[in-house]
């Protein structure tokens, strides 16, 4: 079983810089790979970031591409997404999860992000 924690959410304005992080527990982390998604009010969730077990391969949704980055520290079993010069339409519940061979997969609380205009 594996427990993901995401933090860092909270009220920010537009244009401001805010970093999640999602952390995992009851796995080796390594062996995990992630995503980070969303899900603003009235809409479907979106996937925003992905990052292979070893942080060497990344990919973007295209709404975030240049202005968000994924990270990983498997030492400190966290993934992280940096978020840059965010938008109010940037507004929503981020979740991550987590999936590895063999593995179902496991998600997070959310962690809700607000960007004001």
């Known amino acids: 079983q594996v427990q993901l924690v995401e933090s860092g959410g909270g009220l920010v304005q537009a244009g401001d810089s805010l970093r999640l992080s999602c952390t995992g527990s009851?796995?080796?982390?390594?062996?995990?790979?992630v995503r980070w998604h969303r899900q603003a009010p009235g809409k479907g969730r979106e996937l925003v970031a992905s990052?292979?077990?070893?942080?060497?391969?990344?990919l973007y949704g295209d709404s975030v591409k240049g202005r968000f980055t994924i990270s990983r520290d498997n030492a400190k079993n966290t993934v992280y997404l940096q978020m840059n010069t965010v938008k109010p339409e940037d507004t929503a519940i981020y979740s991550c999860?987590?999936?590895?061979?063999?593995?179902?997969?496991?998600w997070g609380q959310g962690t809700q992000v607000t960007v004001s205009s």
């Open positions: 999860s987590a999936i590895g061979i063999g593995t179902p997969l496991y």
């Open positions: 990052i292979s077990r070893n942080g060497t391969n990344t």
């Open positions: 009851g796995h080796t982390f390594s062996t995990l790979a």
